[in-house]
């Protein structure tokens, strides 16, 4: 009889869910067109997107939610806003479903790259543009039209719906997770948590670990000199680029293959660059660039470190110059969520039911939320079905997906022994 009771609200969520297309357009007209950015990239913060994302809560019927404030005097109101929302379900308190995602977004990059106004969305079939569309305004849209049909059902699913919008995810997440987990650890270990902020274009994939992170800063001081007389001076961006060059050993370095991994090797790539000299004829004395390194569990970060900083002295040694290291951010990998805890099994049997597909535990590169759950021992999948287009410009979210997934999370809401 509870299986049956189960099983026409679960339907009946189903049908509101699929005839939400209009109201998911509706939400990413309004969340979209609200830049929020942290202030290391340039921003006020998430709270003006907080305030819209609220109100599209208490419209989607959310009648329990609470903003956590993490203290950050750089933002324009001085902290940072998390958010949890919750519907109760049949026995309210005794099981609950997480779905998390992150408010904040990346800056769009070079403009003329996108083919629209990446701060307003453009709707083309399936397809809806603009910059956070996909990372993670797909989570986002996803909990409102879920939380929305469970409301408007009527129905009681056997799990309470919980969500949780963190601040501050693209930039390191101590104002996001990390204060969350610190002052007010809402999760319990029987809770499932899924985290809809990476994945497959058909949802195959569970991802239950990931590498361990390490952003580094590199500062070259040489000597500035006219470019026509370089033996007077010490050409910081020549020691730059190569000890850029230098650092491609790492991969032999560090070269063990895990196919639980996509990549399945460490990788450790320059990225971003700080602009030198304003002028073609100057040599610069001074050269700042990045790494972006995920490196596999099996190595320790300071073993990475202390390779890293062997190549930058023979750079010091060889050419004259001072290096300054800096390690902008350095996130050891936790434990893996096992295959075998209740969110992966749970998650595998709803996209089985639902897509008759089987959904194989994988592990990744890039670092996301679930790794501050991890290492508290709190199982948690990031899953979602995305083309990934994420950081990228013309970046895009297909509404179907936010259709389709918010259907496998209502079935874990109704089903999830």
């Not at 307003?120 to 809806?128: A, E, H």
């Not at 961006?237 to 991994?261: C, P, Q, S, T, W």
Request: charged share 30%; net charge negative.
């Amino acid at each position: 009889m509870e299986f049956k009771m189960n099983k026409e609200g679960f339907e009946r969520v189903v049908k509101l869910i699929e005839g939400s297309r209009d109201y998911a357009i509706h939400v990413l007209g309004r969340i979209i067109p609200v830049p929020a950015l942290s202030p290391e990239n340039g921003g006020k913060g998430e709270w003006e997107k907080a305030e819209v994302l609220i109100e599209l809560l208490k419209g989607a019927g959310f009648e329990d939610i609470v903003v956590h404030e993490s203290p950050d005097k750089r933002t324009q109101r001085g902290t940072r806003p998390n958010i949890i929302a919750m519907i109760g379900g049949k026995k309210r308190g005794e099981k609950r479903l997480w779905i998390m995602s992150h408010i904040d977004v990346v800056p769009p990059g070079d403009r003329e790259k996108w083919h629209s106004d990446p701060w307003n969305i453009k709707v083309d079939g399936d397809r809806v543009y603009g910059r956070g569309t996909e990372d993670n305004g797909q989570g986002i849209v996803t909990s409102l039209v879920l939380g929305r049909a469970i409301k408007s059902s009527g129905q009681k699913p056997e799990s309470d719906l919980c969500l949780l919008f963190v601040a501050d995810e693209e930039t390191g997440s101590e104002h996001g997770i990390q204060y969350i987990m610190k002052n007010h650890r809402p999760f319990r270990k029987e809770d499932i948590v899924v985290i809809p902020d990476a994945g497959e274009s058909d949802g195959r994939t569970i991802e239950i670990a990931e590498k361990s992170i390490l952003w580094t800063k590199i500062t070259i001081q040489g000597e500035q000199t006219h470019a026509s007389t370089p033996q007077r001076g010490k050409n910081a961006h020549y020691a730059g680029a190569k000890l850029i060059v230098m650092m491609r050993k790492l991969y032999e370095d560090f070269g063990v293959v895990n196919n639980l991994f996509d990549p399945p090797v460490s990788t450790f790539e320059p990225t971003k660059k700080e602009a030198n000299v304003p002028n073609i004829n100057t040599i610069p004395g001074e050269d700042i660039f990045y790494f972006d390194s995920r490196i596999l569990p099996c190595y320790k970060l300071d073993e990475v470190k202390g390779v890293m900083e062997k190549y930058i002295r023979e750079i010091e040694k060889e050419l004259g110059v001072k290096v300054n290291v800096e390690y902008v951010q350095e996130v050891a990998a936790p434990p893996a969520t096992s295959p075998d805890s209740q969110v992966v099994k749970v998650l595998q049997k709803a996209v089985s039911e639902l897509r008759k597909i089987e959904a194989k535990p994988i592990g990744i590169g890039g670092g996301t939320v679930a790794a501050y759950l991890r290492k508290e021992d709190i199982p948690c999948a990031v899953w979602a079905t995305m083309d990934e287009t994420m950081h990228g410009p013309d970046e895009y979210v297909k509404i179907s997906n936010v259709i389709e997934d918010a259907k496998v999370f209502a079935y874990m809401c109704f089903f999830n022994e």
